[in-house]
């Protein structure tokens, strides 16, 4: 009986909503396992903006963000592909593919990624500046149950992770909307200065779980 209250308990802590202002979470190393997940409320999404920072040596293919639901696993997935200047977005288990961004390793870079299911249209900013758009998928949401990962990509509905796709660095100030967000705010995003925060996902209010070597540290900043 005690046992059981104590992980009652630890389960009602895991769901409070945490203020990561000045944190960063770290990816120390190569594995299948290693993740975190990510919870929302919202569960029917027919627009859907991400934003994030990252920072990894990494030159292989590798996930930066991934939602599911049992009828997609690619619902919304923004993954870095093995070229230094290509990324892939794939929403709705739909899939096309960003080149010609000015990608570096082992720097801070800010990645956003719109979509909206009226036009089917989605679009990637690197560091504040957009790419092309282009049509991927239109006329359905993405509905829940919805399983947001980061560290890992899902070959299964939370699950099927590939260490071999995962993502070995620093994470920091992941936001997500239900709504595509405008490249005037995207744009502050990208330069640190007063935007909106997420309304699906907030990093100054942000409930998860780590799962096996993950840490939580201050962000590292750099002088220039």
């Known amino acids: 009986m005690a046992l059981l209250l ?10 409070v909503p945490q203020d990561l202002t000045g944190k960063m979470f770290t990816f120390p190393q190569q594995t299948n396992t290693a993740h975190v997940r990510l919870t929302t409320t919202r ?13 990894t040596d990494l030159r292989r293919t590798h996930s930066l963000f991934s939602l599911a639901t049992p009828s997609a696993f690619n619902d919304f997935l923004i993954f870095k592909n093995a070229p230094s200047d290509e990324f892939g977005l794939y929403v709705r288990d739909k899939h096309v593919t ?10 801070w870079h800010s990645v956003c990624s719109t979509w909206d299911s009226t036009s089917g249209v989605v679009q990637l900013w690197l560091d504040g500046k957009p790419s092309i758009r282009k049509f991927v998928s239109s006329g359905s949401n993405i509905n829940g149950p919805i399983i947001i990962v980061l560290g890992q990509e899902q070959d299964t509905h939370g699950g099927g992770f590939d260490a071999a796709q995962s993502f070995v660095g620093m994470m920091s100030d992941v936001h997500m909307w239900d709504y595509t967000l ?22 100054g209010r942000l409930e998860f779980q780590t799962i096996n070597r993950v840490l939580i540290e201050d962000r590292q900043k750099t002088c220039v």
Do not use: D
């Not at 104590?6 to 769901?15: F, G, K, N, R």
């Not at 405008?182 to 990093?203: D, F, M, R, S």
């Open 6 to 15: 104590l992980l009652a308990m630890l389960t009602v802590c895991a769901a």
């Open 98 to 107: 960003f080149v010609g961004n000015n990608y570096k390793i082992n720097t």
């Open 43 to 55: 569960q029917n999404l027919r627009a859907v903006t991400v934003c994030l920072r990252s920072f």
């Open 182 to 203: 405008n490249p005037y705010e995207i744009q502050k995003y990208a330069e640190h200065l007063n935007y909106t925060p997420g309304n699906v996902l907030n990093w």
